[in-house]
């Protein structure tokens, strides 16, 4: 079992920055892929980027390549999400999960995660 929250979402301008982060308490966190989606509203949840148990592997959505980087700190049992050359297209409620299990092509699909947290918002506006 894990638990999972979401710290960080603010306000920010276009081409601004802003990391995010997700605190997990509970068992398992070391051998949990971790993966962040985010959702708008009127939008389904998308994927945006993910990262193995052992942060060696890394997975990202095409919108999102070259500007934000997923990382963790296992000893912390933290998630990060570095966003730059944010947009508003951006703008979302940012979900944390914790997959059990999976291939890096499931880590990318929501339906396969078992954990999830509450999100954080995250909007973008001049």
């Known amino acids: 079992q894990a638990q999972l929250v979401e710290s960080g979402g603010a306000l920010a301008q276009p081409g601004g920055s802003l990391r995010i982060s997700c605190a997990a308490t509970?068992?398992?966190?070391?051998?949990?892929?971790m993966g962040w989606f985010r959702q708008a509203p009127g939008r389904e949840r998308e994927f945006v980027a993910a990262i193995n148990w052992s942060g060696e592997n890394t997975a990202a959505a095409d919108s999102v390549k070259g500007r934000f980087r997923i990382s963790r700190d296992n000893a912390k049992k933290i998630v990060y999400l570095q966003m730059s050359m944010l947009n508003p297209d951006d703008t979302g409620l940012y979900l944390c999960?914790?997959?059990?299990?999976?291939?890096?092509?499931?880590?990318?699909?929501?339906?396969?995660?078992?954990?999830w947290g509450q999100g954080t918002q995250v909007t973008v506006t001049s």
């Open positions: 999960a914790a997959q059990k299990m999976g291939s890096l092509a499931e880590m990318q699909r929501s339906d396969k995660y078992d954990y």
């Open positions: 509970g068992r398992g966190f070391r051998t949990f892929n």
